[in-house]
């Protein structure tokens, strides 16, 4: 599988260690940025991976910000990109199977880098079940996705 990483400057070293743990789990990985601690604005990070999963160049995520939530909120601004914050393991794998998220957001200033491989795996492993109930929320999601107004 290969996985879109970034992050803005409080995501990079996170991003570092979580670059090593994928590649050592044998994923493929296209790191889109930021590649130093200097100051940057997440939404340009978040466009570049959500582009990634939009076209297809990457099959999932993985989206660090300081906390999380402002790398979440601009990437599921993105057609077709269904991101989740998530900082425990329930959350990450089931995220996959009922929302079928593409996405993983993790805030650097909130857990470590042992919990965000955590995170990582099970969100890698985690797959959409597909069940009825799901895809009819998910249908109802991509309406809202939709709207013109």
Do not use: W
């Amino acid at each position: 599988m290969k996985v879109a990483i970034a992050g803005d400057h409080a995501g990079y070293p996170l991003k570092q260690e979580l670059i090593a743990f994928l590649e050592k789990s044998g994923y493929e990985v296209l790191d889109l940025g930021t590649h130093d601690m200097e100051s940057v604005d997440y939404p340009d990070f978040a466009q570049a991976l959500g582009e990634a999963v939009q076209t297809g160049k990457a099959e999932r995520g993985i989206l660090i910000c300081g906390s999380g939530v402002g790398a979440s909120v601009a990437a599921n601004k993105m057609r077709g990109v269904r991101a989740g914050l998530c900082h425990d393991i329930y959350s990450a794998h089931q995220g996959v199977e009922h929302d079928n998220i593409n996405v993983l957001c993790l805030g650097a200033r909130v857990i470590g880098p042992a919990v965000a491989e955590e995170l990582v795996a099970a969100f890698l492993a985690a797959r959409f079940t597909g069940e009825e109930r799901h895809v009819r929320r998910l249908t109802k999601v991509e309406r809202l996705e939709n709207r013109d107004s």
